[in-house]
């Protein structure tokens, strides 16, 4: 399967500015309000170039998504921002298999990962690796066939201790989270939940008239229950996933 390499803002000409204010507002944030558990600023699935440009800007995680280049191509790339990421300290996530479903751009159709292409990747001294095992960005369909586990367990046994990423964690069935826990994921990506309880939110108060309330038009209240609305599923997760209390 042919896709095109993912088209992300932090490859324009402006980006390099854009990349340099975000890591000065997360850094500036964490001093400001006294974080004290790990936070990570996380790239998810960069182009080559895009995560180049987090590195420089010093980002302490990079997601460098290859899966759409030949595994030769993937894996040549893969190798030079590996080296580039240990002498720095840094994380970096290969994808192997296209994820299903579009996230920064890239549409893939949840295709599953050839096991020996991800040993191949993770013999490259990755921290943690992405695999296509049927699972989708977004919304799953009524019809998904749901996690291949012959596949997920097939590319644990080859790839060993190596942390395994789970995209497209929303709307996944309790039983098969756990399931692919069991099996080597120690990462799983959850975003269209969020989203969608903050559109839920900020909808209700829109309706309900109450930007028109006196400044209730101001971003900081008009967003402020999506936001909140946010912590109900991050707390599911965080019991489901069992990562609670392990920052």
């Not at 042919?2 to 000409?13: E, G, V």
Request: aromatic content about 4%; some cysteine; overall charge negative.
């Amino acid at each position: 399967m042919t896709r095109q390499p993912p088209r992300s803002t932090l490859d324009r000409s402006s980006a390099a500015s854009d990349v340099y204010k975000r890591q000065g507002m997360v850094n500036g944030m964490l001093e400001e309000l006294n974080i004290t558990v790990p936070v990570a600023l996380h790239l998810d699935h960069g182009s080559y170039e895009g995560a180049k440009k987090c590195i420089e800007a010093g980002f302490s995680s990079i997601m460098f998504d290859g899966s759409h280049y030949p595994i030769e191509e993937n894996i040549e790339k893969t190798k030079e921002l590996v080296a580039t990421c240990n002498k720095l300290g840094l994380s970096l996530e290969a994808e192997v298999g296209a994820i299903g479903g579009e996230e920064d751009g890239v549409v893939g159709m949840g295709e599953c990962a050839d096991p020996k292409e991800c040993k191949m990747v993770a013999d490259l001294g990755v921290t943690m690796l992405a695999a296509g095992i049927g699972n989708i960005h977004g919304k799953y369909p009524a019809n998904w066939k749901g996690l291949s586990f012959e596949t997920l367990d097939a590319i644990q046994q080859l790839t060993g201790e190596m942390p395994l990423v789970l995209h497209g964690g929303t709307g996944i069935p309790a039983d098969m989270i756990k399931k692919a826990i069991s099996l080597g994921v120690s990462k799983i990506n959850v975003n269209t939940e969020c989203q969608l309880a903050f559109a839920a939110a900020t909808r209700k108060y829109i309706e309900a008239g109450k930007d028109l309330e006196g400044k209730g038009f101001d971003p900081r209240k008009l967003l402020a229950p999506g936001a909140e609305a946010i912590k109900a599923p991050v707390k599911e997760q965080m019991e489901l996933f069992g990562s609670v209390n392990k920052a």
